[in-house]
């Protein structure tokens, strides 16, 4: 869901054509957490083009499209700019995405996630609460483990989609993911073990 994160508050709004109020609901952020200015920095541009997408798609007046478009946002970072999650041991394994499915954390296996090009592996204690957690949270979805077709539909940026399958990412889009995973993972919790067997879109376009 793009609107994880927010909270969902009820509210009125007057229609377009008559003075009438209608129910909804607006996200809003919560107030209960700390604020400061590493908090609140001006939104990403990928979230400006999603509210400019449905504000066109919905019918909203142009000049609240204007606003939107004249709004100070973070740039999308280049690609020069990605960062990385780590590098792929030399010589480590090449794993397909059944092998990272199967490390899920459970009944003494490990726990892994795939990202680009690359498999990581929690280095957690597996007896601990954190370990914990971090089974739980990837049970709760198909294909949790494989983040280029996770996080998409939670960071979900127009410029690349939501690809259904790996061969629907291109290598930019992937490192792209990446970059912002990067952000999640930290070097006490996870460690690259190998290499992840898959397919780009410019390899199967290639290959027609």
Request: with cysteine; charged share 35%.
């Given at each position: 869901?793009i609107e994880?994160g927010y909270?969902?508050?009820p509210?009125?709004?007057?229609?377009?054509?008559?003075d009438?109020?209608?129910d909804?609901?607006?996200?809003?952020?919560?107030?209960?957490?700390e604020?400061?200015e590493?908090?609140?920095?001006p939104p990403?541009?990928?979230y400006i083009?999603?509210m400019?997408?449905?504000?066109?798609h919905?019918?909203?007046?142009q000049?609240?499209?204007?606003?939107?478009l004249?709004?100070?946002?973070?740039?999308r970072?280049l690609?020069?700019?990605?960062k990385?999650c780590?590098v792929?041991?030399?010589g480590?394994?090449t794993?397909?995405?059944?092998?990272?499915?199967?490390?899920?954390?459970k009944?003494?296996?490990?726990l892994?996630?795939?990202?680009?090009?690359?498999?990581?592996r929690c280095i957690l204690?597996?007896?601990?609460?954190?370990?914990?957690?971090?089974?739980?949270?990837y049970?709760?979805?198909?294909?949790?483990?494989?983040?280029?077709?996770?996080l998409?539909r939670?960071?979900?940026d127009?410029?690349?989609?939501?690809?259904?399958m790996?061969e629907?990412?291109t290598r930019?889009?992937?490192?792209?993911l990446?970059h912002m995973i990067?952000?999640?993972r930290?070097e006490?919790?996870?460690e690259?073990i190998?290499?992840?067997e898959?397919?780009?879109?410019?390899?199967?376009?290639?290959?027609?």
């Open positions: 869901k994880s909270l969902r508050t509210g009125k709004a007057k229609r377009y054509d008559s009438d109020l209608v909804i609901f607006v996200y809003t952020r919560d107030e209960s957490k604020r400061n590493e908090v609140d920095k990403q541009q990928r083009e999603i400019v997408d449905g504000a066109k919905f019918g909203v007046k000049e609240y499209i204007d606003y939107l004249g709004h100070e946002c973070t740039p970072p690609p020069h700019e990605f990385v780590g792929v041991p030399e480590a394994d794993m397909s995405v059944e092998q990272v499915n199967e490390c899920d954390g009944d003494g296996r490990p892994c996630f795939a990202v680009n090009d690359k498999v990581l204690d597996p007896e601990s609460k954190e370990f914990e957690e971090k089974v739980t949270w049970s709760r979805f198909p294909n949790s483990q494989i983040t280029d077709l996770l998409p939670f960071l979900y127009p410029k690349y989609g939501a690809p259904s790996l629907e990412c930019e889009h992937s490192a792209y990446e990067s952000a999640f930290t006490k919790e996870w690259v190998a290499r992840f898959r397919k780009w879109k410019e390899d199967c376009t290639s290959d027609e």
